[in-house]
């Protein structure tokens, strides 16, 4: 019998090293601005769900977040199930949809989306002797219609607790997890346009196979190359110890199965199990949630079979910025600690992510829309919250509060807000909320104005001033 998967302690590497000797990276032409995370915690589920798959899909300039499949609020083998919820981004209403077209629930399971489709992969179920089975299944779901397609696929190796990423809007990349009774080094890749799959090369070494992992698909645009980078996860020996290495694998570009693989050690305590990765255009990724050690479903610890807390910590990869919504403890092993007004949860390995650019008048900012669905909070509490994360990259806008010609003040607030400006009057001012919509237009015509900001639901604002550089960060209580 398996005895799965785990937890983290969320650790940093920095893999270019050439990104340690710069002076004033603020200053270079263009200039790069490091990302900003933004976390809305405002949605909320139908009902606590655990484990699930998760995505998300635009209809009309209207965001979704897609959730399948998981485990209820019993943290038990009977509480997974096949149900099904749609979660719309702006009016944060959610919706029920049909269930997973499977004669079982699944947990460990992840959906990507390619096209105008989300493909849902793979899993696994408990059954009430405790025994576990690996799916093989891969579900077509059609989000503009809200149901299911008739398309039949089958993973070439059943599998759950793996890593699933996108590639050019084509393929997805299915690597590593667990299959039954042990970690599988495959790398499975699916090609759902024409409905085939491709063998890629395995991961390299039976020891760096790995269940509960993390990663994301890197991009240079200039090169044009593309790698897999691959983070923790934990080993199907013995008391399934947490592991503490990266790998990345370049991707042939013009052969999509061949990988080369290397093998990069983090540093001693860096460790990612079941956790979620959020890809940063430009700045590579920032890992987030997750425990100290690995764990069962119902985050028990495997080897002290203690009851497992959340770490609330993150970890930034392969870019010397860190945002400055979190602290900075050390450079070589960079830990990002989350502040107290925003729990990460345990058991997300699975998010939901897109990215846009948005081209304005002398330069180019990317957005990142991902989202977090439910997941095990402290004394295995399962959590019936949505998270919205997003980030921005901007280059050539020098983001610096000292610039701004604006200063606000109470900050945070619950109700109003001070506008205060001693070189500009008139300024065209716009306050946008965390998925990127005009939520107030307002001409500012004094030095001090005072706006109220009490029917704004709880969040972070950005207030931009018209054909002038530059944002500020506003948060409503």
Same mark, same amino acid.
């Given at each position: ?20 000797? &710069? ?16 976390? $809305? ?8 769900? /655990?484990? !699930? ?8 300039? /209207? ?17 997974? @199930?096949?149900? !099904? ?16 077209? =499977?004669?079982?629930?699944? %947990? ?11 493909? +849902?992969?793979?899993?696994? @179920? ?26 039949? /696929? ?5 599998? $759950?607790?793996?890593?699933? *990423? ?61 790698? *897999?980078? %691959? ?38 305590? !860096? &460790? ?14 920032? +890992? ?33 910025? +860190? ?11 960079? &830990? ?7 729990? %990460?949860?345990?058991?997300?390995? =699975?998010?939901? @992510? ?14 990142? *829309? ?31 509060? $000292?610039?701004?010609?604006?200063? +606000? ?30 939520? *107030? ?13 009490? @029917? ?22």
């Amino acid at each position: 019998m398996k005895i799965k998967r785990g937890s983290i302690v969320l650790k940093f590497l920095i893999i270019g090293i050439g990104f340690l000797t &710069f002076k004033n990276p603020i200053k270079s032409s263009p200039t790069m601005i490091p990302p900003s995370l933004y976390f $809305d915690t405002s949605f909320k589920l139908i009902e606590p769900v /655990t484990n !699930c798959g998760v995505e998300i899909f635009t209809i009309k300039d /209207t965001s979704y977040a897609y959730i399948f499949s998981g485990m209820d609020s019993t943290l038990k083998w009977s509480g997974i @199930h096949k149900r !099904c919820y749609k979660v719309n981004l702006t009016s944060k209403k959610a919706t029920r949809l049909p269930d997973l077209p =499977d004669s079982l629930g699944r %947990i460990a399971l992840s959906a990507t989306r390619i096209g105008n489709k989300i493909y +849902v992969v793979g899993g696994y @179920h408990v059954f009430s002797n405790g025994s576990e089975k690996s799916s093989s299944l891969v579900h077509e779901f059609d989000p503009i219609g809200d149901t299911f397609t008739l398309k039949k /696929t089958t993973l070439p190796i059943a599998i $759950d607790d793996h890593i699933q *990423l996108p590639y050019r809007d084509s393929l997805i990349y299915i690597i590593g997890g667990w299959s039954n009774t042990k970690n599988v080094s495959d790398v499975q890749i699916y090609d759902p346009k024409n409905n085939i799959w491709f063998a890629g090369t395995p991961l390299p070494d039976s020891r760096y196979t790995a269940f509960g992992a993390t990663g994301y698909i890197e991009e240079d645009p200039r090169s044009k190359l593309a790698y *897999l980078n %691959i983070m923790g996860g934990a080993s199907d020996k013995g008391q399934f110890p947490a592991k503490n290495y990266s790998i990345t694998g370049e991707i042939n570009t013009r052969k999509v199965d061949s990988v080369t693989w290397s093998i990069l050690k983090m540093c001693d305590s !860096c &460790f990612a199990y079941r956790s979620a990765t959020v890809p940063v255009p430009h700045s590579g990724a920032i +890992v987030i949630g997750g425990s100290d050690s690995s764990y069962n479903f119902n985050a028990i610890d495997y080897k002290d079979k203690q009851m497992l807390s959340t770490t609330n910590r993150g970890f930034k990869m392969n870019y010397l910025w +860190v945002p400055i919504r979190f602290s900075l403890f050390s450079i070589n092993s960079i &830990f990002i600690q989350i502040g107290n007004e925003i729990t %990460i949860p345990m058991d997300i390995r =699975d998010i939901g @992510h897109e990215k846009w650019s948005e081209k304005l008048l002398y330069n180019t900012k990317y957005k990142n *829309l991902s989202v977090i669905a439910g997941g095990i909070l402290n004394n295995q509490k399962v959590s019936d919250q949505l998270i919205l994360i997003t980030s921005t990259w901007t280059v050539g806008i020098e983001e610096l509060a $000292d610039r701004f010609p604006i200063t +606000v003040f109470p900050n945070p607030s619950n109700s109003v807000i001070t506008f205060q400006s001693t070189e500009f009057e008139n300024l065209e001012m716009k306050i946008y909320n965390s998925i990127g919509e005009v939520v *107030l237009t307002k001409t500012l015509r004094l030095e001090k104005e005072v706006i109220s900001i009490e @029917h704004f639901p709880k969040g972070v604002y950005i207030v931009k001033i018209k054909d002038l550089e530059g944002s500020l960060k506003i948060i409503k209580q």
